[in-house]
T-cell receptor, first 114, second 114 residues
Framework: AQTVTQSQPEMSVQEAETVTLSCTYD???????LFWYKQPPSRQMILVIR??????QNATENRFSVNFQKAAKSFSLKISDSQLGDAAMYFC???????????FGQGTRLTINP | DSGVTQTPKHLITATGQRVTLRCSPR?????VYWYQQSLDQGLQFLIQ???????AKGNILERFSAQQFPDLHSELNLSSLELGDSALYFC?????????????FGEGSWLTVV
């Protein structure tokens, strides 16, 4: 069974600093996608970043970047220059190619300290 | 704005009642997904439709049903409601585009059963 594990229930960081959220996954598939979604207090699910497993280059989106280690089945999210608006629950998610469904981790609640 | 539209945004109903949640996917997306997010649980995949046909089924109760219509909008029907059905119900969509497997979420429908 495919599983996603986020081992950090809560994280906090000072504004303007860098924070890394961890995610590991388990799958026997070789072709898949990984995602980080952000859920602010409004509860809306917002896509932050997407990584295709066959691409060795780590994805980046402005202040957000990932460290994708396929052999280790690790997919961490780095947020640089943290801003107050980054405070949210962050979910790591996995999807095999074909997008039949997303498998989510338990989430990490990120607090930004001013 | 993800382009996925859900109605109603909030709904309060009594135990034993039946409700229908509606979703319009992003323009051109053929796949629609329904997810449930309870307070004490993560995001649970309920069901996926692709171009009108059921494609994948998750932890959907027998009291729940869904369908996707020819215009690609979808409805999730929840019947014989129980207190434990109170949750945030997300609709999401994906399609054949440069975004590939990326699944975009609507803002969710808050269901409170009293």
């Amino acid at each position: 069974a495919q599983t996603v594990t986020q081992s950090q229930p809560e994280m906090s960081v000072q504004e303007a600093e860098t924070v890394t959220l961890s995610c590991t996954y388990d799958t026997s598939e070789s072709d898949y996608y990984l995602f980080w979604y952000k859920q602010p207090p409004s509860r809306q699910m917002i896509l932050v970043i997407r990584q295709e497993a066959y691409k060795q280059q780590n994805a980046t989106e402005n202040r957000f970047s990932v460290n994708f280690q396929k052999a280790a089945k690790s997919f961490s999210l780095k947020i640089s220059d943290s801003q107050l608006g980054d405070a949210a629950m962050y979910f790591c998610a996995y999807s095999p190619r074909g997008a039949q469904k997303l498998v989510f981790g338990q989430g990490t609640r990120l607090t930004i300290n001013p | 704005d993800s382009g996925v539209t859900q109605t109603p945004k909030h709904l309060i109903t009594a135990t034993g009642q039946r409700v229908t949640l509606r979703c319009s996917p992003r323009s051109g997306d053929l796949s629609v997904y329904w997810y449930q997010q309870s307070l004490d649980q993560g995001l649970q995949f309920l069901i996926q439709y692709y171009n009108g046909e059921e494609r994948a089924k998750g932890n959907i109760l027998e009291r729940f049903s869904a369908q996707q219509f020819p215009d690609l909008h979808s409805e999730l029907n929840l019947s014989s409601l129980e207190l434990g059905d109170s949750a945030l119900y997300f609709c999401a969509s994906s399609g054949q585009s440069r975004s590939g497997n990326t699944i975009y979420f609507g803002e969710g429908s808050w269901l409170t059963v009293v």
